[in-house]
């Protein structure tokens, strides 16, 4: 009996083990087909049916001939997204042997002012939300355009710490692009000082990291030169270039060669930056020195398209009348020629000195006065300095006199009248003598003519002999401290009609030859202190919406910045952006499309005319928004 229930008792056991045994293969083999079954969709969906798989128990055998070691890994890939990798077991035959060829990993990101724009091909696990928290860490401001695309692969060796690099890099450059791949990063920008260049280069070659090249095309803006000036002498043979103007380093080289040319021995400079009043800076320089050199001395003064050159008293008439008569004829168009022969002197045959036969003045561009010849006594002498420093600033008078007794009746009387009349002349000459007055020059009065006359008439009296030469210069007028608004608003657009602010296609970097116009409403804006303007960016209709309306604010703000660097204040300025919706001109032409890319300057305070129709605002009441604004058509 207690076999029989022992035996019993086995064999219950057996059948008990027996059926968990045929359990659990049965279990295995539905997870084995389960298994199979969704791992041959997921491949045949990523589209490597080259592969073939078997579930064995839990682990996951993976043959076949891979055409190469990519597609090899797009496998493991794809079935690691199902399966621990531990349980894989990888007996894929790679038919071509050759390496695998990673992608060209790279990304550029593009910074202007608070807009950055990305671009490039990155791995996916670069995480492209860090790279722009990263970008946007530095200011909360910072517009992200995301262009990037991605790629499931491994990260290159390095790549990480150059990405890093190259974004972080932004923070310290305002105008900037960055070009990152897996081992080098490109810095290329603008900075607004060689100062702040110089810092900026520091601080890039003391965070680069390791195994990481770097190249840095870092430059600071030329200068915003105004007036462009040149200062050019000869003086007992002596070549002097005392200061220099010049918009390349191309024209640079042509002004110290003519210089040379002219006998210039010692060296020399030119200051490089924007502003050049035409693109014939160097010719008319170049025709001017040459000029020079064929007289017997002088001076040479460029002061934006006016050009002084006064001629030494050595110089013969008669060269001198053929000389400048040539120069007045070949000047390039824009440049405005004033000429001085300066008297000529003579020895004092008791005393051997050398004295003038007559009392002269000159007067240079930049104002300085020189008095020369003779004077009857020490008190006419003081009379007359105290009357030149009254009349042309004290610290721009230079006497060279000598006292003569012997001069004719009335002689104080003429020089004093002479320099009042002289006083109605930006730049020229006065000469006295016993039977004539001389006075010629530029001025800025358009009848100053008249007015010398008139002067000379009261003051020396009707009868004598006057030479009057007054050559009109509305160039040479100075503006008021403060214009009207609309009179600005009017010479702000008739500036920018005559001398358009032009860009580089597709791009928000004014051109160089522009710096003309900038000088032009820098010194219009100075005059209008008070009023407030509207800066805005127009574009054609090529392009995208989006586009033009990006590139037409970029555009704005960048005449902004010219501005600023010309130290004009720009809290009454606002850079907006019109894109294309405001054209001027046929947008299917050419020319109409050329006409539509244009700057304009828009009033943005209210006319004393529509200030007296409206009612009286709260004192801290803001007169106008961008959204009163009523646009030209």
């Known amino acids: 009996m207690h076999r029989t229930a022992l035996l019993f008792g086995l064999i219950s056991f057996i059948l008990v083990a027996a059926g968990s045994y045929f359990g659990a293969i049965q279990a295995v083999d539905k997870f ?14 990523s589209g490597e049916d080259w592969v073939n798989l078997r579930a064995n128990g839990l682990r996951l055998n993976l043959t076949g001939l891979a055409p190469n070691e990519t597609a090899r890994f ?20 790679i038919l071509e042997k050759a390496d695998l060829t990673p992608p060209k990993f790279s990304l550029e990101a593009l910074r202007n002012q608070d807009r950055v724009s990305l671009i490039g091909l990155i791995p996916s696990k670069s995480g492209r939300a860090n790279i722009i928290d990263t970008i946007q860490d530095i200011s909360n401001r910072i517009e992200v355009t995301d262009m990037l695309e991605e790629v499931d692969y491994p990260l290159p060796e390095t790549w990480e710490a150059a990405l890093q690099f190259g974004v972080s890099s932004l923070a310290n450059l305002q105008r900037a692009k960055i070009s990152v791949t897996q081992d080098l990063v490109v810095v290329s920008a603008v900075t607004e000082s060689q100062t702040e260049k110089t810092s900026v280069e520091h601080s890039l070659l003391q965070n680069q990291p390791v195994g990481v090249r770097l190249e840095m095309n870092i430059t600071a803006p030329r200068p915003v030169i105004s007036p462009f000036t040149l200062r050019f002498n000869i003086e007992d043979g002596v070549a002097t270039l005392d200061g220099c103007s010049a918009d390349t380093e191309i024209t640079k080289q042509k002004i110290i060669r003519a210089a040379r040319a002219a006998g210039m021995v010692r060296p020399a400079n030119c200051n490089i930056g924007l502003g050049v009043p035409t693109p014939d800076w160097a010719v008319a320089i170049e025709m001017s020195i040459a000029a020079l050199s064929q007289l017997d001395g002088g001076s040479l003064t460029f002061t934006d398209s006016d050009v002084s050159l006064i001629a030494s008293q050595k110089t013969p008439q008669q060269t001198f009348d053929t000389v400048i008569g040539k120069l007045e004829n070949s000047l390039p168009e824009l440049f405005s020629l004033s000429t001085i022969l300066t008297p000529k002197l003579v020895l004092d045959g008791n005393t051997g000195e050398i004295i003038q036969p007559d009392f002269t003045a000159t007067r240079s561009p930049e104002g300085s006065i020189q008095l020369r010849g003779r004077l009857p006594s020490e008190a006419t002498k003081i009379a007359v300095e105290t009357y030149a420093k009254a009349l042309f600033g004290h610290e721009n008078v230079y006497m060279q006199t000598l006292l003569d007794e012997n001069l004719p009746d009335g002689w ?31 001025s800025t009065n358009e009848a100053a003519a008249g007015e010398i006359s008139r002067i000379l008439a009261i003051r020396v009296g ?31 657009n008739q500036a920018l009609q005559e001398q358009p602010i032009d860009f580089a296609p597709s791009k928000v970097d004014i051109k160089p030859e522009s710096g003309g116009a900038i000088v032009t409403i820098a010194e219009i804006l100075r005059s209008c202190s008070k009023a407030k303007f509207e800066v805005q960016g127009h574009t054609d209709s090529s392009g995208s919406e989006e586009l033009n309306q990006r590139l037409s604010q970029q555009r704005a703000e960048a005449v902004l910045s010219a501005l600023l660097s010309q130290r004009v204040l720009t809290s009454g300025l606002k ?59």
């Open 74 to 93: 797009n496998v493991l890939e794809s079935v690691g997204k199902f399966i621990e990798p531990t349980r894989i077991r990888d007996n894929i035959t």
């Open 575 to 633: 850079a907006v952006g019109y894109g294309s919706v405001d054209p001027i001109a046929d947008n299917g032409t050419e020319d109409g499309r050329e006409a539509n890319r244009r700057i304009v300057f828009k009033l943005t305070t209210p006319t004393p005319a529509q200030a007296s129709d409206e009612e009286p605002a709260d004192q801290g009441a803001q007169i106008m928004n961008a959204d009163d604004i009523k646009r030209k058509p």
């Open 32 to 45: 084995q087909q389960y298994t199979e079954e969704r791992l041959e969709k997921a491949i045949f969906l």
């Open 412 to 442: 104080p009387i003429r020089v004093l009248g002479g320099l009042e009349a002289f006083a109605q002349l930006h730049h020229g000459a006065l000469i006295v003598q016993p039977d004539q007055i001389e006075v010629s020059g530029v």
């Open 462 to 492: 009707p009868k004598e002999v006057y030479k009057i030469k007054a050559e009109y210069n509305e160039r040479l007028i100075p503006r008021p401290s403060t214009v009207a608004p609309e009179i600005c608003e009017a010479d702000l």
